[in-house]
Nanobody, 117 residues
């Protein structure tokens, strides 16, 4: 089992910034991918950004140039720096952990991000 604890999120005006953090604990395999997904009301959960333990990143086109995902392998943490936020970024953001083979796949409890216009 892997436990994920998220922090950050909240309410911000359009154009502002927020930072999300997620800490993983438990049975953590060294070769893994951590990152963030989001789900807006009435929509499916979608990828925001992920980063592997080897440093390979994957970003959604909608956040390229605005959001930056980073991680600390020693601390098993992943952060999401969100700049130039838009109202359409409003969603519940979920931290995700999976191993390379995707046999382990865990989710955090979610944190609300609301961007006002």
């Amino acid at each position: 089992q892997v436990q994920l604890v998220e922090s950050g999120g909240g309410l911000v005006q359009a154009g502002g910034s927020l930072r999300l953090s997620c800490a993983a604990s438990g049975n953590i395999v060294s070769r893994n991918v951590m990152g963030w997904y989001r789900q807006a009301p009435g929509k499916q959960r979608e990828l925001v950004a992920t980063i592997s333990s080897g440093g390979l990143r994957s970003d959604a086109d909608s956040v390229k140039g605005r959001f930056t995902v980073s991680r600390d392998n020693a601390k098993n943490t992943v952060d999401l720096q969100m700049n130039s936020l838009k109202p359409e970024d409003t969603a519940v953001y979920y931290c995700n952990f999976r191993d390379y083979a995707s046999t382990q796949n865990y989710w955090g409890q979610g944190t609300q991000v609301t961007v006002s216009s």
